[in-house]
């Protein structure tokens, strides 16, 4: 607890601790760097400047044409529907699997964590279909749930049930015995301790498996997209893919990319703020 | 010497027992994976005790501060509070672990006034806060934890544990990771909260002379299984000089312990090679 940095490793994390957690000057500009050179990258692919295009553009248009495709459906829509109702359909079937597999998996995890009864009986329901690759299920849900909202939300939560359940049960497992016997030592009951010891200490493993589930969600989202629909911005961008729309294939791809990207910022600023002791024992 | 010989399971201090153990033996695991821990010990803490334990690493001296701190059960014998079984954990004994064990998403002040409020005590931050004066920490009652030094930490969880005004406190080789100038200081102010409140102390050390400078019983056990080798009755901690250590009598006394020791060691090191 009070080592004093000697080793590499302790050099290194005190290093990152000196700088708030956050990076060098030096490391800043290499990433706004590499950034830079991904876009300049795409630039001289698709032609800048009068430069005759490296790629076909009907392979891979240049950020100007992804630009004016995206106002373009801003304005006009796709498909009979706006870009907006798109958004908003992928958004529900995504928060309402989401949502629910917090609500329900992260208290579930939580018990299974506590009680070996609990852990008996809901282990085999979730490690043993953990294996499954999630997607191979469309099909059957479509045939069992229809080809409702009920199918593709089913199908996300079944990806990210698993993974936030499980990470909720080993975080509580996780907790180290002394903090629990510190409690029972001052006269704390279970509910106490469940509440204001094994519920806290878990957090930081919490976060860790929404945080993958935040990743593996939006992947999800494209599958459940994949038949029985014609709403959501992965849809646009399958459908527009068999038209060879590549720029209209961009926008979709690029708005599940920044849904993805902001989720998980919106995560990690959640984490920074309730979980302030992470990492620091 | 100012060391003394003495019978812990003697008559006289059974009749004021705080704290009895009879018989209390632990083994782990069953057949033959069975480790044995802790030999049959009997053994008897009265009213302001202040009981060191000091034995080689591996020998069952946590073991058996888990079984009076009731984290764990007796494989034979029984322990008694006050002529109670116990039968698990109980804020009338307080415990203070080496470290690692304080509430990292409570500030300090809600560390302390964990305990007085499991029990629905209202007044439980101005008790937490009289306490945290007392290890001197007021100033950082809004603090987290891990913001602390490790001797800082320490002085956390003993004002934890003295916050639920127990009867008895445990403490685990408290100051085992700190340094040596940390280490020494709170050892002092040990010693003048065990003699302002009179509480009895159960302590578990590896340092000999943290033993002599605290206890007013030092209790030697042998390598594992852990059994009670001998036990001295101690005048050190009543003195009041903070340099007790360096006197003759005291490294006369440090020298027997370690002679006592040392022979427990070798036969813990035998033991390891040959298994």
Known sequence: MNAKAETPIAAFRARRVRAGGGSSRRERMLYGGSCLSLVLAWLVLTGVAGLPPVVDPAFLPSPLDVGRAFMRLVDTGYQGHSLLYHFGISLFRFFAAFLFCLAVGIPLGLLMGVSGAMRAVFDPPIELTRPIPKLALLPLMIVWFGIGELSKILLIVAALFPIISISAMQAVRGVSIKRIQAAQSLGASRAIIFRRVLIPASLPGIFTGVRVALGVGVTMLVGAEMVATSEGIAWMALTASDFVQTDIVLVGVLIMAALGYSLDLACRYLEKRAVHWSGRE | ?275
């Open chain 2, 1 to 275: 010497m100012s060391l003394q010989p003495i019978d812990l399971y003697g008559p006289a201090r059974r009749a004021r027992a705080k704290l009895a153990l009879e018989n209390v033996s632990k083994q782990f695991g069953e057949g033959a994976d069975a480790v044995r821990a802790l030999s049959p010990v009997d053994m008897v803490l009265c009213p302001g005790d202040f009981v060191c334990i000091v034995g080689p690493s591996g020998c069952g001296k946590s073991t058996l501060l888990n079984l009076v701190a009731g984290f764990e059960r007796p494989s034979t014998g029984r322990l008694l509070l006050d002529g109670r079984d116990i039968d698990g954990p109980g804020s009338e004994r307080g415990v203070v672990f080496q470290q690692g064990a304080l509430f990292n998403w409570m500030t300090v002040l809600e560390n302390v006034a964990f305990g007085p409020r499991a029990h629905g005590n209202r007044q439980a931050r101005e008790r937490a806060m009289h306490y945290l004066e007392l290890v001197g920490l007021a100033g950082f009652a809004q603090r987290y934890p891990y913001e602390l030094s490790g001797g800082m930490q320490q002085r956390v969880g003993i004002a934890r544990a003295l916050a639920n005004e127990p009867e008895m406190l445990l403490m685990d080789e408290p100051f085992a990771a700190l340094d040596q100038q940390n280490r020494e200081l709170l050892q002092e102010e040990i010693k003048a909260i065990w003699r302002r409140t009179g509480k009895t102390v159960l302590w578990i050390t590896h340092s000999i002379e943290e033993s002599l400078f605290l206890a007013t019983h030092v209790l030697v056990m042998t390598a594992r299984p852990g059994a009670i080798k001998s036990a001295f009755q101690a005048e050190f901690s009543r003195s009041d000089d903070p340099f007790v250590s360096t006197t003759p009598a005291f490294a006369e006394a440090k020298r027997h312990i370690l002679g006592l020791l040392r022979e427990e060691s070798l036969a813990a090191r035998h033991q390891e090679i040959a298994s």
